[in-house]
């Protein structure tokens, strides 16, 4: 599966970016889809991951309250909405996917290592 991210961008703390990942050459719908991100000088992390159907999702504490995740099965898209931004969420942020993944398990969900698939990034930067 091909995974293009976008809608990354420049926002002043405290703003809000939606994050779309559209998916092509499989069933969108056999996939567990994943949000990363990397900031400078970091280690890739997890932030945030969705059911195939959407049913169900798990995310980081750190965003907890401020990020949602969601997908459309029908468009083949994935969304990270985020809210409240803060300059510590400045990042790459990586959309990924696995068919095999149960992410009812943190070790399993959490770990970069488990997605066979990942987008090309789309950078996010929080300041004034």
């Known amino acids: 599966v091909q995974l293009q991210a976008s809608g990354g961008g420049l926002v002043q703390p405290g703003g809000s970016l939606r994050l779309s990942c559209a998916a092509s050459g499989r069933t969108f719908s056999d996939y567990v889809m994943g949000w990363f991100r990397q900031a400078l000088g970091k280690e890739r992390e997890f932030v945030t991951v969705?059911?195939?159907?959407?049913?169900?999702?798990f995310t980081t504490d750190s965003v907890k309250g401020r990020f949602t995740i969601s997908r459309d099965n029908t468009k083949n898209t994935v969304y990270l909405q985020m809210n409240n931004l803060k300059p510590e969420d400045t990042a790459v942020y990586y959309c990924?996917?696995?068919?095999?993944?149960?992410?009812?398990?943190?070790?399993?969900?959490?770990?970069?290592?488990?997605?066979?698939?990942w987008g090309q990034g789309t950078l996010v930067t929080v300041s004034s």
């Open positions: 969705i059911s195939r159907s959407g049913g169900s999702s």
């Open positions: 990924a996917a696995d068919r095999e993944i149960s992410i009812l398990a943190k070790r399993n969900r959490e770990n970069v290592a488990k997605y066979e698939y």
